[in-house]
T-cell receptor, first 113, second 110 residues
Framework: KAGVTQTPRYLIKTRGQQVTLSCSPI?????VSWYQQTPGQGLQFLFE???????NKGNFPGRFSGRQFSNSRSEMNVSTLELGDSALYLC????????????FGPGTRLTVL | GEDVEQSLFLSVREGDSSVINCTYT??????LYWYKQEPGAGLQLLTY?????DMKQDQRLTVLLNKKDKHLSLRIADTQTGDSAIYFC??????????FGQGTELSVKP
């Protein structure tokens, strides 16, 4: 069974630009959560999607948004990028026989110059 | 509030046992997790425990939960150099939202 895939793996953008990251869940998983990981703040929850609906949201500004498609794939978008948005963005998916197990993808490393 | 605390570093010798500790504040947490992160990689789910259990064993891993003190620990028996990584504990009481600790960097010396 294929794991969680995230694309792209690496991105370099400049301030003010926007970026879209993609997450494809494990087959059968319907919940997708996004996390931001930085050396200073650690791992912070961004939002969770289930059946194309946002079910939970963290404390991030409105520049961070997401969506989920009918095949459970999810995208997150960050608009008007700031230097502080440089981070590893991780998605985690759950579902199937055990919704309590969340499996993470390898992450997208975003660098904002 | 929600807060998870871990010590930042642990160094052990190969073959010894490692014990990584974690405290959390949210008494309504339903599940508590341990994840492992190697350099440049995502998080690997090691094990998790339901809040009504006090112990779970899985091969070299033993999780102990003291719900009264809100204390969680992960014991790795016969620690190997391949166990060197950052270990995160996390709590969950709201579906997909995990609250993570800062991570404990485990260094295993030969």
């Amino acid at each position: 069974k294929a794991g969680v895939t995230q694309t792209p793996r690496y991105l370099i953008k400049t301030r003010g630009q926007q970026v879209t990251l993609s997450c494809s869940p494990i087959s059968g998983h319907r919940s997708v959560s996004w996390y931001q990981q930085t050396p200073g703040q650690g791992l912070q929850f961004l939002f969770e999607y289930f059946s194309e609906t946002q079910r939970n949201k963290g404390n991030f500004p409105g520049r961070f948004s997401g969506r989920q498609f009918s095949n459970s794939r999810s995208e997150m978008n960050v608009s008007t990028l700031e230097l502080g948005d440089s981070a590893l963005y991780l998605c985690a998916t759950s579902g199937g026989t055990n919704y309590n197990e969340q499996f993470f993808g390898p992450g997208t490393r975003l660098t904002v110059l | 509030g929600e807060d998870v605390e871990q010590s930042l570093f642990l160094s052990v010798r190969e073959g010894d046992s490692s014990v990584i500790n974690c405290t959390y504040t949210d008494s309504s947490s339903t599940y508590l997790y341990w994840y492992k992160q190697e350099p440049g990689a995502g998080l690997q789910l090691l094990t998790y425990i339901f809040s009504n259990m006090d112990m779970k064993q899985d091969q070299r891993l033993t999780v102990l939960l003291n719900k009264k003190d809100k204390h969680l620990s992960l014991r790795i028996a016969d620690t190997q150099t391949g166990d060197s990584a950052i270990y995160f504990c996390a709590e969950n009481n709201q579906g997909g939202k995990l609250i993570f600790g800062q991570g404990t960097e485990l260094s295993v010396k030969p």
